[in-house]
């Protein structure tokens, strides 16, 4: 880009000897916001449009700042992440699995405010097979059998999964040998955290939950569970079958009262 000398009378008289594009005056002594762009050379121009545009960016980065952050890879998969949850009545696994851990929630009325949270975990050689359950008096355990499963492109972690436990009365009726239910005599939310779970069914997070109190216990999952998320926490649905929805899920009490 051929430049030259701007040549306009200054007021001391002398010629303005600033460069600008040949055949045009300075920006300074052009008239017209195209004739002061047109005067400028390609450096200039440049310089320009850095002065003009740069506070707009920093000024956007002050009001704005979450927009400027490039999501993790991790923040990523897991917003996009969904759990599902079912259950059913299941028998006492009778091998471990290809990890070689089984995972039980231990059911027993201890009040909330003496802790307690957690599972349990039984571990043995894959294919080995499993510890029998069974009551203090031998008689067989009824399970239920959870299964989370994340419907995902990639692994979720760290998830927070509180369990509701409904502790009810037997009340034991001697001329049919059954119980049925009486009164609450305890409610609380039983604090479950699962490490890492891989995308797909074929790698669904189980467990086992098991009853060995003299009382009926409702076990409910939440709606809602927590997973992690860069630094900080999520919350995101768990989804649930709608005929699993109206069902409660019931354990019978594994001693007699």
Known sequence: MATSPCGAPTKTGSQCRRLTRAGNRCWIHARGLRARWAALTRNQGIVFVLAVVSPI????????????????????????????????????????????????????????ENGGGG????????????????????TPLSLLQYRITNYASAPVFNVSLPV????????????????TTGAVTLSRDWPIFITKIDPG???????????????FVEVAL?????????????????TKPEHLKRIPAFLEPTERP
């Open 57 to 112: 960016v920093g000024v956007l980065a002050w009001r704005y700042p979450e927009f400027w952050k490039r999501p993790s890879a991790e923040i990523e998969t897991t917003a996009s992440a969904r759990l599902s949850a079912e259950w059913h009545r299941a028998a006492p696994p009778t091998a471990f699995p290809s990890d070689g851990i089984l995972y039980f929630l231990h059911i027993w009325p201890l009040p909330a």
């Open 119 to 138: 599972l349990e975990e039984s571990t043995g050689t894959p294919g080995a097979p499993a510890l029998k359950f069974t009551g203090s008096r031998g």
């Open 222 to 238: 939440p709606d809602f569970v927590q997973v992690q998320v860069g630094e900080g926490r999520r919350t995101m649905p768990l």
């Open 201 to 215: 069914p074929e790698h669904a997070f189980l467990f086992y939950a098991y009853n060995q109190s003299s009382k």
């Open 164 to 179: 509701h436990l409904t502790f009810k009365e037997a009340l034991r009726n001697a001329e049919t040998n059954t119980s």
